[in-house]
């Protein structure tokens, strides 16, 4: 802290010598920190100091959704930002243009070496959210019929440009993906061997319109640093590593949660009235699910002034229908992230029956007993405990069954939220509730 | 899914060296998921058909926690596992041993090599979700004033058993962390260069005592593939790889996912009864808390005799409350993960009341128009619209104040559960609703 107003107090003197080497001294992600706590005055100053390559170094640090990119890219003299972009990793620097106009990125390439501009443009066209749109072309690639030592030449030449050489990629004469070697391979081995005689013919590779999720997944399961990814004619295309991978974890997880809880969690930073704007819709929107449940509450108005003590167990059984149900929608959500090849969808509702009977039962009973004492009436208590027990089951099977019908349709199974299924079953409970309890009211009512 | 078949056939058909040169082929992930699809006969057979060498290689691959890796181990000759140990990477062994108790712990370290054993020792004392706890001793050290060829020389000779060769670490004589070299940086420069004179000495690096969550931080901010760790005078004691943090980053996720839905979402692919009896008692101690929201009622429930209209809309507040609060409560324990430097935690309350009464005012608004149509009364539509708007506002400020709270006592604020905020937003809400149209009661009940 005392370091980075160190730092602005520098800037600010006009000292570019001094500002420069403190401020080359800090890791690149510190850097991206201080730059993103600089107002607009002091972010031209900081493009005055600093050369292209050393902002680009930075940038490449910056989460590439941060809404104010364009801002900072307007505010810098366009063949500055070209420069800039240039010296980035060129999948960072794709995933800035993707938030920018046309006619901005077109300017943009337009400044830039033909070569780096051509790489930008094709994967600049891959579709969101697939293998191609995380991937970086700046790999390693060397021939089968190289020696290590030729191989550890080119290594040498082309280690500054390329995002990883931990491993690197053989290419057959028709440019497929024939094999790969990592760099410890590279060193251990007898410089005259032939990169063919080592090299791992079984390479793991994704295809690049592969999902981004399943490609994380394999990164994962394979404890890769970084993984090939190919056409469907097995040419190299580009490479995906790691760090991108945590990433798309990372927001994997937060669209779970922010499903179950039916807000996006992603957005925590901003102001509170747009923070209300965007809880509203989804919040409105239940509200008139809700209604439905409320004009079917009215309908049996008549049975709740004949027994006003109907209306005392409502919220107590839609509340736990609801706990029940959404417990089931968390374990249906994750069951489908982590799917378990030995187990049916028909298999898994089954299993969720079973489970929505013994818990249904379980709480069902602990009520009737708790009512029958409390209120001296185990046919009233039964009555409660028999609409608990219904209700959970049918809560229990929505919030199993909806994730996968949802994945079925091609829907991603966590917009199927928490909130929306407990209203739903709030619904479903009260008609049960009602139903039954009409079923049985000339017992209770004296 | 045929070549798995396949390779059971082979191993089944007692021909040693077939099954090895097929099995062998396959990356150690996938040989894990064909060991984990063996019944215990096959698996025995696969103990004498493999060297202790290449099981470790698999059982790297295999999740420490699944509950099975203890009895893997008892089949075997005790020798054969502490052999299988001693060649799986320290700090996975140390995972699996973790699970085990002392005496059998005791017997396999005392069949290891002495160096291995030692190792392993050290690293068990260290705490759960520590640094300590989850990191390697295999790294590469060399001595600052090396040149490179050396440390070239030294990278070769442990290149084998070391984790991660990306990044290799200086110690000075007193066997301090002095700086940091990427072995890219071993193999674009000079050979003649001095390590000191190339290295550097601003090393991002944790302390063993960390927690593990801190550490996966670290690393997924500054895009690392690994990270030293020291004790409290700079020794370096190990490494951490970003392998072992996308598994914490898993969990952490899981553990958040599971605290909004009050169940433990890890557990899929139990039987349903035992996924019935992880989920009933967070549903009956639900229950009972909503027992007393019941009794709340009921001790309005002359007020309901009076007016059974009020029935109608119990569910409808409480269930908009609750999805209220669990926005809140979402948002809140995503903040806590993600710390925003610039609001503290008074600040963040402000936002969420001014997000609370926005929302409340609007929800409470919409909802009075909507009944005073419905029900021809705008006093009713004003208490109901009045209440929710209430209650929202209060369940805004619950989700969103007891996390921060949860974590101030300590706790995981994910503990603080989504059914759990909603249960309690019903007992508020009834009361706030209830109070309001006791007021009321005389200008809508004709």
Known sequence: ?????????????????????????????EQAQFFLNLNRSERLALYDVLSASAVG?????????????????????????????????????????????KPTINR?????????????????????ETAGAIMTTEFIAIAANQTLASAMYALREKADDAELIYYVYVLDNA????????LRDLIVNDQETLVQDIMNERVISVQVTDDHESVAQTIRDYNFFA?????????LLGIITVDDIIDI???????????????????????????????????????????????????????VSEASVLAVFISLITGTAGNAGTQSLAVAVRRLAFPDQERSFVQSLLAEL?????????????ITLVVGFWKHSFILGFVIGLAMCCAIIVANLA???IPGFMARLGFDPAVASGPFISTLSDLTSVLIYFSIAQYFIASFVN
């Not at 440019?175 to 990592?182: F, M, Q």
């Open 1 to 29: 802290m005392t370091q980075l107003r160190h730092l602005k107090r520098l800037l600010a003197a006009g000292d570019p010598a001094a500002f420069r080497s403190a401020f080359l001294e800090l890791h690149s992600w």
């Open 57 to 101: 170094n930075f940038f490449d640090d910056i989460d590439d959704d941060d809404q104010q990119i364009p801002n900072f890219l307007a505010e810098m003299r366009p063949e500055f930002a070209a420069q800039m972009l240039t010296e980035m990793y060129v999948d960072n620097a794709v995933d800035i243009l993707e938030h920018l106009d």
């Open 108 to 128: 943009l390439l337009a400044q830039m070496p033909h070569q780096v501009a051509m790489d930008m443009r094709s994967l600049l066209h891959y579709d969101d």
């Open 175 to 182: 440019k497929h993906l024939a094999g790969i070697i990592s």
């Open 227 to 235: 993984i090939p990814v190919t056409d469907d004619e097995n040419h």
């Open 249 to 303: 974890i990372d927001d994997e997880a937060a669209s779970d949660y922010s499903g179950l809880a039916g807000v996006d969690v992603e957005d925590t930073s901003e102001n509170p009235l747009k923070a209300a704007a965007k809880r509203l819709p989804w919040l409105v929107t239940l509200l008139f699910l809700g209604m439905s449940t409320a004009s079917l509450i009215n309908h049996y108005e008549s049975l």
């Open 354 to 366: 079973v489970t929505g009977v013994v818990t249904g039962v379980v709480t069902g009973v602990t």
């Open 399 to 401: 919030g199993s069954f």
